[in-house]
């Protein structure tokens, strides 16, 4: 149940403002709980003056949602945070029927095959861009009559997106990244269990390091070593396919979660080795006897705090940093906040590891509340090589990332809108070297492709700056007809293996 300290209230409105069921009103100065309240307990973490608490006393006719980590306290007739669940009659109901089928996706054109009939590796380029592609072939497969249209495109409007399995703090996101001294790109928002960096882009490979931009995509993607400097932050080097190397010291493991994930998956192995356990992550730090998971194993909470800013139960906010779990915690002794010996016991036993199972120290609470380090028994040390058992091996990934514009359409068709809409359409395949895409909804076509499934060492650059793609459209003869191709230009995929 939350509560107003009328004291120390000061009608700022924060919390009307983040409130996400709309639950509280500031009246006559005064911020004022309203019946649908769920006690999320966000405007007690947005509220600058301690002057909202949330209490454990439940509303009553409130049923306590355990579909994530919240617990909204619903009373009937209302519904949670989420909009999700509404409390009918005293019982949870979703809000929505089951999806059973999504009648917006759309299934594949089996008439177009997967892959083109010939790459663009090696293809060379028609310029400019009113003249037909290198190579337009055709060719009967299954009774349909299919044509590839290739080419190597130059395109400005590219940049890799590079996947870096770590746990270690490489630098800000927004941070610039540079390459012997040249600003070639910038530090993207991480992803699960993964840094990751953008390279390139127009408005870098246009700018005046344009050319160590270009040079930098095109290595990354034909799986070559790069090294990186973050700005105030790591040295990195960076090969697809490889481990990452982070001021010099290779990523193992790639996390198996967040330290909440972590403690829901191995809950039931923990709580029979030890009384605590605090999984250190620079997102989110689990502690198990809070967490729902100690829970549903017969756990209450065991007076432990864990140096981290609390989020909900059994979660906490981590810092980055290159100590254990990517935080900033260099010693496990330091993983302990405080113990509150009204609830903790001398004697109990408090598990310290990482995400990756990398890491573990068991630690012992003392009378006056203070803990110290014992040596690992085997029973603890089984219970982290399992949590490191489920990690995967740390690697380097990419996705190269371009728009095929004007000369890399109008070599297909002399109507180049209609490419893009038959693209769209799932009418015209487009692939990378041979490799599947993914075209970005919206105008144009925007891809992304895996460089691990592009034909290798198909990507060049030139020095306009602009890296090279090899670029195939696969349609049926009769939707090129439709779209305006070079139809003149279409040879027999038999000619080009004859070598004609």
Not at 245 to 251: D, K, M, P, R
């Amino acid at each position: 149940m939350i509560v107003v300290k009328k004291e120390s209230c000061k009608a700022c409105t924060l919390c009307v403002k983040s409130c996400p069921a709309g639950a509280i009103k500031v009246i006559e100065k005064l911020a004022v709980v309203q019946p649908n309240c769920v006690s999320c307990g966000v405007c007690v973490r947005v509220c600058p003056f301690q002057a909202i608490v949330r209490e454990t006393e439940v509303a009553a006719g409130a049923v306590s949602c355990r579909s994530c980590p919240v617990q909204c306290e619903i009373k009937a007739g209302f519904e949670g945070a989420c909009k999700r669940y509404s409390n009918i009659n005293g019982k949870l109901v979703r809000n929505r029927e089951l999806v059973l089928e999504n009648t917006r996706a759309t299934a594949p054109d089996r008439t177009i095959p997967d892959t083109p009939l010939i790459t663009a590796v090696g293809a060379g380029t028609a310029y400019p861009c009113c003249r037909p592609a290198p190579h337009i072939v055709g060719e009967t497969i299954d009774g349909i009559d299919v044509v590839t249209v290739v080419t190597e495109a130059p395109l400005s409007y590219s940049g890799i997106k590079v996947k870096i399995d770590a746990n270690h703090h490489i630098g800000e996101e927004g941070a610039k990244i540079f390459r012997d001294g040249a600003l070639v790109g910038m530090v993207d928002t991480e992803e699960y269990g993964s840094k990751m960096i953008y390279i390139g882009g127009a408005n870098i490979l246009s700018g005046k390091n344009g050319f160590a931009a270009a040079r930098t995509i095109v290595e990354l993607a034909n799986e070559e070593r790069v090294t990186l400097q973050v700005e105030k932050g790591s040295k990195l080097e960076l090969q697809v396919g490889y481990a990452p190397l982070i001021e010099g010291v290779a990523e193992k493991k790639m996390r198996v979660g967040c330290g909440s994930a972590t403690v829901g998956m191995f809950a039931r192995t923990m709580c029979q080795v030890v009384d605590e356990a605090i999984v250190l992550d620079h997102h989110v730090i689990g502690l198990l006897s809070e967490h729902r998971a100690g829970e549903e194993v017969g756990m209450t909470w065991s007076g432990v705090v864990p140096n981290g800013r609390k989020s909900t139960r059994g979660r906490y906010f981590g810092e980055h940093g290159h100590g254990w779990g990517g935080t900033h915690i260099e010693q496990p002794l330091d993983a302990v906040k405080s113990v509150d010996m009204q609830i903790a016991k001398a004697g109990m036993k408090i598990l310290v590891t990482e995400t990756t199972g990398q890491k573990g120290a068991l630690l012992e609470v003392q009378a006056d509340g203070s803990v110290v380090e014992l040596p690992m028994t085997k029973e603890v040390q089984a219970a982290v090589d399992l949590i490191s058992d489920n990690c995967e091996e740390a690697r380097v990934s990419a996705v190269y990332v371009g728009g095929t514009g004007g000369s890399a359409r109008a070599g297909v068709t002399t109507y180049p809108i209609k490419l893009s809409r038959a693209v769209h359409a799932g009418e015209a395949k487009l692939t990378i070297g041979g490799a599947q895409t993914y075209i970005l909804p919206g105008g144009g076509i925007n891809f992304l492709v895996d460089v691990e499934k592009v034909a290798p060492k198909a990507f060049t650059w030139v020095p306009t700056p602009a890296t090279v793609a090899p670029v195939e459209y696969t349609m049926t003869r009769q939707k090129y007809e439709e779209i305006g191709g070079h139809v003149q230009s279409i040879k027999p995929l038999s000619s080009l293996k004859k070598g004609e």
